[in-house]
């Protein structure tokens, strides 16, 4: 089993900057790919950046341009930094590891990002 501890969520005013941290622990092993969904109330789960072929690709139009994620194996961590925020990206951002051993993933339990003058 694996572990997502998330933090560095939080409220913050338009144009300011944020980095989402999310830690592994336990069956690193297990581990594949590592990305970021957000949920919004009243919105359906939306991706927000996913590992692929080396690097991270960020799908939310909104977060294009101004965030990027990357992963340190060392730190078995991947972030999310987000910059130049505006209030369309206020949502809870969860970070999920795929698993090589299972057919599921593992989430982390969600962090609060709020954008708001």
């Known amino acids: 089993q694996v572990q997502l501890e998330e933090s560095g969520g939080g409220l913050v005013q338009p144009g300011e900057s944020l980095r989402l941290s999310c830690t592994a622990s336990?069956?690193?092993?297990?581990?594949?790919?590592m990305g970021w969904y957000r949920r919004t109330p009243g919105r359906a789960r939306e991706v927000v950046a996913e590992?692929?072929?080396?690097?991270?690709?960020l799908y939310a139009d909104n977060v294009k341009g101004r965030c990027a994620s990357y992963r340190d194996n060392v730190k078995n961590s991947v972030y999310l930094q987000m910059n130049n925020l505006r209030p369309d990206v206020t949502a809870v951002y969860y970070c999920y590891a795929q698993s090589l051993k299972n057919n599921y993933d593992y989430w982390g339990q969600g962090a609060q990002v709020t954008v708001s003058s």
């Open positions: 336990g069956d690193i092993d297990d581990i594949y790919r």
């Open positions: 590992q692929s072929n080396g690097g991270f690709t």
